[in-house]
């Protein structure tokens, strides 16, 4: 992979890495550690990637390895315990839980700069009169705002939905 084409790739996966790491190791610290050094393999290995789920599927399993392998070498006790984190099922609902909030909030992104605020407001906890308040709003425009923010995002997230469950037959 070339510099340039690198670089990006990092930047709009590497958060996504340090979450999943953190379910693991349940230190942010280590776990952008974790996903640092997953990166780092990345680069410097001479394995070829047919495609970007390819090398997020690489990803996961060095930063899954290197968590574990943290856990067992300080001998961490978490509430789940290291056998329960160990398993299939936990990696891959932490897969796939990642991947949707990263697609998640990209898709909130991009949308109109008016709904992308009501929304990002309301998963903070807001409340349509405080979002309303804030943004010097009527009620019935966060109402409105939100209503086509939702439509768009479904409407952006159907495919999403999809690829996720292609990943998950091939993750298994």
Not at 20 to 48: P, R, T
Request: glycine share 2%; with cysteine.
């Amino acid at each position: 992979m070339k510099r340039k084409e690198f670089k990006p790739f990092f930047e709009s996966f590497y958060s996504s890495l340090c979450l999943f790491a953190n379910k693991y190791v349940h230190d942010s610290d280590v776990a952008a550690d974790m996903a640092q050094e997953a990166f780092i393999k990345l680069w410097n290995g001479k394995e070829a990637f047919d495609n970007e789920n390819a090398m997020k599927g690489f990803l996961y399993m060095v930063t899954r390895n290197s968590c574990l392998n943290h856990i067992k070498h300080h001998k961490i006790v978490l509430d789940y315990g290291v056998q329960t984190l160990d398993t299939e099922l936990f990696f891959r609902d932490s897969i796939l839980e990642e991947e949707t909030y990263y697609e998640i909030h990209k898709a909130i992104e991009v949308l109109p700069s008016q709904g992308k605020r009501v929304v990002q407001m309301s998963l903070k906890g807001f409340k349509n009169p405080e979002i309303a308040l804030r943004l010097k709003i009527s009620i019935n425009t966060v109402k409105s705002v939100k209503s086509n923010a939702y439509r768009l995002l479904r409407l952006h997230l159907q495919d999403v939905v999809t690829i996720l469950l292609v990943m998950t037959s091939l993750l298994f």
